[in-house]
């Protein structure tokens, strides 16, 4: 179990503040969120995924994470990267498919033992963006991406979420669009930024004859480097980095649990 630098303030930690666990093909990462700044409230842990990543080996690990906080009490959020229906995991394309038809909300509780509540990962990240990061008081139709070993997306409009929209299954020149510009194709196919930033334009492009967004916001890990490829994005829509990074899962996470139970 290790904890990084990724953090908000530190000191006494109050138990009431809403935990957030991010659920990645690589590792889990968890902390405690002040709602109030939209930040972490302690170093974040994390812990490597288990293999194989079976929901109850994955509840585990999430129970160590939530346990490195023994002063925390508040409900939890958790980010699954699949759409997620009452919580239910409906699509497993970038984790085990095991994790099908199963039940999150129910086998995390019970591992956790207090109240939980499962969201998609991108659609968690966005809510964070609309709330503290690039899309903050922006009205109107905001479409967030997280570019990673996929394509995550939330549509966000004056606000509310859409959940679960998938755009990075769009079809995209005859195949299907996170299997032509992930950031993980970028290094798969040892691609360079500009070609890279190509097959973004396309797209990016797409996205904005579909749907007219007014703001296009791009995260996931790969948007630290926003000054190697963002400006080679070709794109009439305004279009802009995340500027909560990795950050955003967790936060977002924790704010869907906030909500849920009424707190925020």
């Not at 490195?68 to 409906?90: I, R």
């Not at 996929?150 to 990075?168: F, K, R, W, Y």
């Not at 916001?217 to 070709?234: A, C, P, R, T």
């Amino acid at each position: 179990m290790q904890t990084d630098a990724d953090a908000g303030a530190t000191g006494d930690l109050a138990p009431d503040l809403p935990f957030g666990i991010d659920f990645g093909g690589s590792g889990i990462k968890g902390a405690p969120v002040d709602l109030e700044v939209g930040d972490f409230a302690a170093k974040r842990t994390r812990v490597d995924t288990p293999q194989p990543a079976t929901p109850e080996a994955v509840a585990r690990v999430m129970r160590d994470v939530v346990g490195a906080y023994p002063e925390s009490s508040a409900p939890v959020g958790v980010t699954v990267p699949g759409v997620v229906q009452h919580g239910l995991v409906k699509s497993a394309a970038n984790i085990d498919p095991v994790w099908l038809g199963q039940d999150a909300d129910a086998v995390i509780t019970e591992a956790l033992g207090r109240e939980v509540h499962v969201v998609n990962d991108a659609d968690a990240a966005g809510l964070a963006e609309v709330a503290y990061g690039a899309a903050k008081g922006v009205k109107g139709l905001v479409i967030v991406t997280t570019l990673g070993t996929g394509i995550g997306s939330a549509l966000i409009h004056d606000g509310q979420l859409v959940p679960n929209s998938e755009l990075g299954h769009l079809e995209l020149d005859g195949e299907v669009a996170e299997k032509r510009a992930a950031a993980s194709i970028k290094t798969n196919e040892d691609l360079s930024w500009e070609e890279w930033g190509k097959r973004l334009t396309r797209y990016y492009r797409h996205l904005d004859r579909l749907f007219t967004p007014d703001l296009l916001v791009v995260g996931g890990g790969v948007s630290k480097d926003w000054k190697k490829f963002g400006h080679l994005i070709e794109v009439d829509c305004e279009i802009v980095p995340a500027r909560l990074k990795n950050r955003a899962g967790i936060v977002g996470a924790a704010l869907v649990a906030a909500r849920a139970e009424g707190t925020a």
